[in-house]
């Protein structure tokens, strides 16, 4: 029963990592030409920051900062139940790192009216830290253990 309760949980996460990685396509590498003119590439962390915290719409500087740090909760939460060897702060950090600066790239290279932005991959890089410190940890404890107790009830050693 254990089996299939991790089973389970573990293809919802699968299932949600997928969902959560068309709706992250769609939008970061989605082309935006009327906003061609206005993008610029940064490479200096904090550029960005400053720039929408001087916006006089303070809705728009919560929009795009809070947005970009919700965009990596998922991540936080779902990779470490996906694959367990990512668990871990620093693991979970290098991996969201390395995909949305990859992300970040194929926007820049690719995408008409979108630039890479350092601090974007900041931004999510620190939702996934939260997702995983709150959530992603616990769950993937929770998920995992539940393998590594049936394998023990039945003398079995990891």
């Excluded at 926007?107 to 997702?131: C, E, M, S």
């Excluded at 940890?137 to 998920?143: E, H, K, P």
Aim: aromatic share 6%.
């Amino acid at each position: 029963m254990r089996f299939l309760a991790r089973l389970l949980a573990m293809v919802c996460a699968f299932a949600f990592m997928v969902a959560f990685a068309v709706v992250l396509a769609k939008l970061t590498l989605e082309p935006s030409p009327a906003s061609e003119a206005l993008t610029h590439t940064n490479l200096r962390p904090g550029r960005s920051l400053r720039a929408y915290l001087d916006q006089p719409e303070l809705r728009d500087a919560v929009r795009q900062i809070g947005g970009n740090l919700l965009l990596g909760v998922p991540f936080g939460v779902l990779v470490p139940v996906v694959a367990p060897r990512t668990r871990g702060v620093l693991r979970v950090l290098l991996l969201t790192a390395t995909v949305m600066l990859l992300v970040e790239f194929a926007q820049g290279a690719l995408v008409t009216g979108r630039a890479f932005d350092i601090d974007d991959v900041i931004l999510n890089t620190t939702g996934a830290l939260v997702g995983y410190l709150l959530l992603g940890r616990r769950l993937s404890r929770a998920v995992h253990a539940w393998g590594s107790r049936s394998g023990k009830a039945q003398g079995k050693t990891s």
